[in-house]
């Protein structure tokens, strides 16, 4: 093995050697180490251990006798472990004295300021009772008081504070702070220091209450325990409360939003959309049945002409949840017929596979939307030689088993009275099986219809990023 590591360049020498300690390889290490010590830059290998928590003090004291470093690695190797936070190694280089190496006293502004970044105030008490002095630093680096913050080092920062270090936070760091996990704390401290939340999202970006929704590492009573300080009446919030209800299934969090001011009777200036719109479109139920029973009316319709029921979301992935939305506006005798017609074009199996089990039929209701589909599309599927219907129900097990038995080819090449083939159809309703299925048995992709579209051109047509991709992938040499 050893004569071939010479072909390897720094780079990849230094990879293996990482990932041989990593393994617990010593004896990798050791014959990576014996065919070019001169190429493998220990002080790397060490500094991608740091950032291992788990990393031993036996498996540093192995890299360190191995080591030649100079005074300036050594330094760089304190800063990267105060950068990382990895007690197990600074309390290693305590036991060798490198505290008291003189590249490390001469690095103690970057030690310093790495340390702060953690929001560790123990480590950084750690540090300066082993000789480095905060006293030397000018100033704290803003990008280490920054991330000391988003670690949530509050405690750190007002130790600092009172030993006479200032911080200026802009309000992109208010808005960062919004998706850490103590983001409650975070806020605290800075509206403390003069700083608001209600910050105009063109500016900014998405506005601070609508972060703290996105932030799942945010408990109730936390979220809660800021919202207080939100100004309702700005219009850049508002867009918090239809994610709201279009996302968040736990009620709490819109029943909080109403107690500081919110109406969930607003309805949204340039669509006219309900709220009851957005949580039809996340398949929000626990939503849809709060707003309902908030006195919100179900027929309510959008400056478009759309009920709520109209804005589930069919081309989710999450079929049983779309199938449970549509059961709901069922229930209360809502007409679901729009949503029939959008199915057949729909990916989702679970919701196809649904209707066809409750007796609708979304072929007939669909010419009012495509008149050129087909005005008698269930004569034409169950037409004598044709794999249409098979292709439409899910029955691809039917659809090879004619296929296997068409030694005339007329199945395989049978074409409706627009010309369209069974691989037409299958791009048509994104059957990504059926297609790849009807061009392993021979099913012609080139083929045109009445209007010189090809299969792939009805799939790009209608949005169906993965048919296409199969359509035009180029086909194997015989």
């Known amino acids: ?150 670690q949530g080092g509050i405690e750190l920062l007002m130790y600092l504070e009172t030993l006479g270090f200032v911080f200026v936070f802009d309000d992109f760091a208010l808005q960062h702070a919004c998706l850490r996990p103590n983001a409650d704390k975070i806020i605290s401290y800075l509206i403390q220091r003069g700083h608001s939340v209600n910050i105009s999202a063109q500016r900014y970006g998405d506005s601070p209450l609508f972060l703290l929704l996105q932030n799942s590492n945010l408990n109730f009573e936390s979220f809660c325990s800021v919202i207080q300080h939100f100004d309702v009446l700005k219009d850049f919030h508002q867009h918090a409360l239809t994610y709201c209800c279009e996302n968040i299934r736990d009620i709490r969090y819109v029943k909080a939003l109403v107690g500081i001011g919110f109406s969930i009777h607003r309805r949204s200036a340039t669509s006219g959309n309900t709220m009851l719109h957005y949580a039809a479109k996340g398949l929000n139920l626990p939503m849809l049945d709060y707003l309902l029973a908030e006195g919100l009316d179900d027929s309510t319709v959008n400056w478009s002409g759309q009920t709520p029921s109209q804005y589930i979301s069919l081309g989710s992935d999450k079929g049983d949840e779309i199938v449970a939305c549509i059961e709901f506006f069922l229930r209360r005798n809502t007409s679901i017929q729009h949503v029939i017609k959008r199915s057949v074009i729909n990916t989702n199996d679970v919701v196809r596979r649904y209707f066809l089990s409750s007796g609708f039929d979304p072929l007939t209701e669909y010419g009012t939307i495509d008149p050129d589909f087909s005005r008698d599309a269930r004569a034409l599927f169950s037409r004598k030689g044709s794999l249409f219907w098979y292709v439409y129900i899910l029955r691809n097990d039917i659809v090879a088993k004619k296929l296997e038995h068409d030694h005339d080819h007329s199945c395989r090449h049978f074409r409706d009275e627009k010309g369209w083939t069974a691989l037409h159809i299958a791009a048509f309703m994104g059957r990504k099986d059926a297609v790849k299925l009807l061009l392993e048995k021979g099913v012609e992709r080139t083929v045109k219809d009445n209007k010189g579209r090809t299969a792939v051109m009805i799939a790009c047509h209608l949005g169906h990023l993965e048919i296409v991709q199969i359509l035009t992938r180029v086909s194997p040499l015989p």
Not at 28 to 34: C, D, K, P, Y
Not at 41 to 48: D, I, K, P, Y
Not at 92 to 118: C, M, P, Q, S, Y
């Open 1 to 150: 093995m050893t004569q071939h590591l010479r072909y390897f360049n720094d780079e990849a020498l230094n990879q293996a050697a990482y990932k041989a300690i990593s393994a617990g390889d010593r004896g990798a290490f050791e014959t990576i180490m014996s065919a070019s010590p001169a190429m493998t830059n220990m002080a790397l290998v060490f500094r991608e251990n740091m950032a291992k928590t788990n990393v031993t003090t036996d498996t540093l004291q192995f890299l360190y006798e191995r080591s030649k470093l100079s005074n300036c690695d050594k330094a760089v190797l304190v800063a990267y472990a105060a950068r990382c936070g990895n007690m197990t190694a600074l309390a290693f280089f305590e036991t060798i004295g490198l505290f008291f190496n003189e590249a490390v006293k001469l690095d103690n502004n970057i030690i310093l300021n790495n340390a702060i970044r953690t929001g560790n105030l123990y480590l950084l008490e750690f540090l300066m009772a082993r000789g480095l002095c905060l006293g030397s630093l000018p100033c704290i680096d803003p990008c280490a008081s920054k991330e000391c913050l988003f």
